[in-house]
């Protein structure tokens, strides 16, 4: 299988399904589909970016995730979730393939490595959604923020040791970690101040940055021993 995923390519594959898809195009800012919209079908990031976000009775936003060309977005339909549960909206030029809930199924149950492929996807997000949940209540805000820049410029992957994000809100990253956006500004000064990350225009995030995750780790472990 391992082998057949080396020449599986992915894109190709999803160019060729037949019935149930649609591609759509979304200039920056644009809806993709809203809260409370009726859950109707997958999508597939062609290129641009777009994130996630809910938004509470009060009328607070929060972003829950952002994605990238590659990712899928909006699978909660093929558990049967009758309405949306977040929005969806294009961070940049958006195009993306959409997948009706009955190809989905179809596809998913007559191609097995396209399967493995989907299924690998949901459970790194699953993976992700549970460190996130841990992230934001045990963590300081500030390793928080580290972690999320870490996480979005693909840290440790292979090739990209000082990886550059495009550009990104500090008002985002704030509805990201749960803290304020005049919080966010002041951990960027410092972050930039002590080497961890370039910050002109585009934000470029070095290794060194992952110190303020591992120190925020380690003062933890030592505090059981010094109470």
């Not at 080396?6 to 800012?29: H, M, Q």
């Not at 809203?34 to 009060?58: L, P, T």
């Not at 749960?178 to 966010?184: D, I, K, L, N």
């Not at 470029?204 to 505090?223: F, G, T, W």
Request: hydrophobic share 40%; with cysteine.
């Amino acid at each position: 299988m391992k082998k057949n995923q080396k020449t599986f390519n992915l894109e190709d594959f999803l160019a060729t399904v037949n019935g149930g898809r649609t591609i759509a195009t979304y200039a920056k800012d644009a809806v993709v589909f809203s809260q409370g919209d009726r859950c109707n079908g997958v999508f597939y990031i062609r290129s641009g970016e777009c994130k996630i976000s809910v938004i509470s009775e009060r009328g607070k936003e929060g972003v829950v995730a952002l994605h990238e060309k590659g990712d899928f977005f909006g699978e909660g339909c093929l558990t049967g979730q009758p309405l949306r549960l977040a929005t969806a909206t294009a961070r940049s030029d958006l195009e993306v393939m959409k997948f009706d809930i009955a190809t989905m199924h179809r596809v998913l149950r007559e191609q097995p490595t396209f399967s493995e492929l989907f299924m690998s996807h949901l459970l790194a997000r699953t993976a992700r959604v549970e460190a996130d949940l841990v992230d934001q209540l045990f963590n300081s805000s500030e390793k928080r923020l580290a972690r999320l820049l870490l996480l979005m410029a693909n840290f440790g992957k292979e090739g990209k040791p000082e990886p550059v994000i495009a550009k990104i809100s500090q008002e985002t990253l704030a509805e990201m970690i749960g803290t304020t956006r005049s919080r966010v500004s002041s951990f960027m000064n410092k972050f930039r101040k002590l080497g961890f990350i370039d910050y002109n225009g585009d934000l470029k995030v070095h290794s060194s940055l992952l110190n303020v995750v591992l120190h925020d780790a380690l003062e933890r472990r030592r505090q059981p021993e010094d109470a």
